[in-house]
């Protein structure tokens, strides 16, 4: 989710941040666009950056402090496998550590990318609410929006690719705005998300995104130890 320490956002703080969290849930009925649609939106351009990191980038730094690229992309990975989980309405279990990158972890990446997007799709799964902790549904499937959006950013910036914020579409924002807002401070109080980043007056809506976060959107390449 945000940039916090490594184990932040795939240990017991995500379990403390949904129960935290089940009751502030806002109401989500007025959404119109099926969060399927946008998860696959999504995925469609954080795959290819996944795809495109080369074996030498894997120790490089990323925008998320103690996370390398190969620690930020196994986060990445155990959180698509967790949250397809929750939209069948099974339990997750977060504890479990980054999936390590073995074989042809790319296109395991990517294939489990597209059972998230199908699982989410199923009818019913955006309804009611999932997990042990009883959250919305829909709050759910936008968590794991959330984290294919800015760790696609983070992975890219780190990587030296483009991620474009004119990419990242009105409805995806709409969306991500009105969650993570209501999510951010608690996530802060539980280690997921880092402090937030101010972000210069005129900023557009995904830099504020980045900056609530935790997030630098000035953050470079050239931070990278050694360059």
Known sequence: ??????????APHVAR???TCRAAAPSVGRMSEKISDLVERAADRTVPVVRGIEDEQL???TPCGDYDVRTLVGHLY???VNF???AAKR???FTQQPVPLEGDWRAGFAEETR???AAWAEPG???GTTGAMAMPARTVGSMVLGDLVVHGWDLARATGRTYAPSGVDATLLDELGQQWAQLAPTGRKMGVFGPEVPVPPGAGRFERLLGLTGRDPEWAPGARAGA
């Open 84 to 86: 397809r989980e929750l």
């Open 1 to 10: 989710m945000g940039c916090a320490r490594p184990r932040g956002a795939g």
């Open 91 to 93: 339990d997750a279990d």
């Open 115 to 117: 059972r998230l997007v």
């Open 78 to 80: 155990r959180v698509v």
């Open 17 to 19: 941040l949904f129960k």
């Open 59 to 61: 120790s490089w730094p």
């Open 125 to 127: 799964a955006e309804e």
